[in-house]
């Protein structure tokens, strides 16, 4: 596990979600982080379904209602805490999770 600084929070303002690359178990991998209710959630961008990008629109990551993350490429919906799925074709199946928390006001990020 090594420690990483992704961004400042202010950067990424409540209820907007975004993508960058990353160390991820000394890869570089494709993430996407999201600012909700006042907590950051990390995620690889990588859908379980069909092995794609979340974001087949750069940068889009939600369902319409903005409430749940959806997969541009069949519409599989996943819940923001913690990437089970909750709906559409990915069902059973979860996205990869990572571990992130905010110190002095920077997005850490510990992959
Ligand atoms: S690749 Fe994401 S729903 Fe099919």
């Keep these: 596990m090594a420690e990483q600084t ?6 990424l303002e409540e209820g907007a979600a975004k993508a960058l690359v990353a160390r991820v178990d000394g890869k570089q991998r494709n ?3 999201v600012h909700k209710d006042g907590e950051v959630f990390a995620y690889l961008n990588w859908c379980p379904h069909a ?12 369902s319409g ?3 749940l993350i959806r ?3 069949h519409g599989a919906l996943f ?10 074709p990915a069902e ?3 996205l990869v999770k990572l571990s992130v928390g905010v110190r002095d006001g ?3 990020l510990d992959a």
């Design 71 to 73: 997969c541009g490429k």
């Design 6 to 11: 992704l961004m400042r929070l202010d950067e």
């Design 79 to 88: 819940a923001i805490d913690d990437g089970r799925c909750v709906g559409g």
């Design 106 to 108: 920077e997005i850490i």
């Design 31 to 33: 993430i996407f982080v």
């Design 92 to 94: 059973g199946q979860s």
């Design 65 to 67: 209602d903005k409430k």
């Design 51 to 62: 092995q794609d990008f979340i974001d087949q629109v750069p940068g889009q990551f939600f």
